[in-house]
């Protein structure tokens, strides 16, 4: 069975550029999340889907971040203009609600380094 | 509001000894809680969970992990570490019963010793 799919697995820009991370949850599950890591502050989540919409984005640094995630099977975390301190690993985990269980299944992230 | 503390970022064991990373949590509720390993350049993958019933759950790779209520504690064992279990390692917990939000703690790296 696939897993959660990310894309792309590297990406180097330029500070001000734009960055698009792409996501692609195991099918059947109704909750998506995006986390982002750091050394500095560890694993922090940045917003999550239930059923398509946004339910938590109170992690979101600022206006410069957005997300969306037009159907069921993609999800997108954009940062425009992007900047040095954006720089880190981008995770998309994916959950089953009625597994009841609260587990998370992780793809394998993005590693954003902008110059 | 829920937290997590895992007592040492670093903890370094010799091949074949005791492995033991130290998780407490905050909950006012029934915690579900969660270890997961991270592999170098890896996503995060559920070593073992607890949600009710029995205390001691037992994980992949020889791990498991006791909810001590009393303790506020869920720490993960083994009993011979291998050199493959270099790793870092989260604990988590989320509000029972509920899906959403996962905390994370800030994670212990483990090193094996040759």
């Known amino acids: ?115 | 509001a829920q937290s997590v503390t895992q007592l040492g970022s670093h903890v370094s064991v010799s091949e074949g000894a005791l492995v033991l990373l130290r998780c407490n949590y905050s909950s006012s509720v029934p915690p579900y809680l969660f270890w997961y390993v991270q592999y170098p350049n890896q996503g995060l993958q559920l070593l073992l969970k607890y949600t009710t019933g029995a205390t001691l759950v037992k994980g992949i790779n020889g791990f498991e992990a006791e909810f001590k209520k009393s303790e506020t504690s869920f720490h993960l064992t083994k009993p011979s570490a291998h050199m493959s279990d270099a790793a870092e390692y989260f604990c988590a917990v989320t509000r029972g019963g509920s899906q959403g939000n996962l905390i994370f703690g800030k994670g212990t790296k483990l090193s094996v010793k040759p």
């Open chain 1, 1 to 115: 069975d696939a897993g959660v799919i990310q894309s792309p697995r590297h990406e180097v820009t330029e500070m001000g550029q734009e960055v698009t991370l792409r996501c692609k949850p195991i099918s059947g599950h109704d909750y998506l999340f995006w986390y982002r890591q750091t050394m500095m502050r560890g694993l922090e989540l940045l917003i999550y889907f239930n059923n398509n919409v946004p339910i938590d984005d109170s992690g979101m640094p600022e206006d410069r971040f957005s997300a969306k995630m037009p159907n069921a099977s993609f999800s997108t975390l954009k940062i425009q203009p992007s900047e040095p301190r954006d720089s880190a690993v981008y995770f998309c985990a994916s959950s089953f609600s009625g597994a009841n269980t609260g587990e998370l299944f992780f793809g394998e992230g993005s590693r954003l380094t902008v110059l």
